[in-house]
């Protein structure tokens, strides 16, 4: 079964940083697309970013300029800096391979203060 794997959610105060991990196989990080997404409550999921396995990346408007997706190969990890954050960005934030099949992660909480 694959296994996509997120970690470095928090708590943070607005105008913070915060790193999110996602760790996956080898074989599916090499080859699929991996996203961010996050699910505010009462709110349904959206995309924060994407990147290919080229290193192509896309970003909701919301956080463009504010966020950064980026990975690194050898440890089959994608990363989710995010920077200034907002109170409004406070959501569980989900890791996605997608590609051949379609696998998610369980979620980090990431809760901004105002």
């Known amino acids: 079964q694959v296994q996509v794997v997120e970690s470095g959610g928090g708590l943070v105060q607005a105008g913070g940083s915060l790193r999110l991990a996602c760790v996956t196989s080898?074989?599916?990080?090499?080859?699929?697309?991996m996203g961010w997404y996050r699910q505010a409550p009462g709110k349904q999921r959206e995309l924060v970013a994407t990147i290919t396995s080229s290193s192509s990346t896309t970003y909701s408007d919301s956080v463009n300029s504010r966020f950064t997706i980026s990975r690194h190969s050898a440890l089959a990890t994608v990363y989710l800096q995010m920077n200034n954050l907002k109170p409004e960005d406070t959501a569980v934030y989900y890791c996605?391979?997608?590609?051949?099949?379609?696998?998610w992660g369980r979620g980090t909480q990431v809760t901004v203060s105002s």
């Open positions: 996605n391979a997608h590609g051949a099949g379609d696998f």
């Open positions: 080898q074989t599916i990080f090499s080859t699929y697309t």
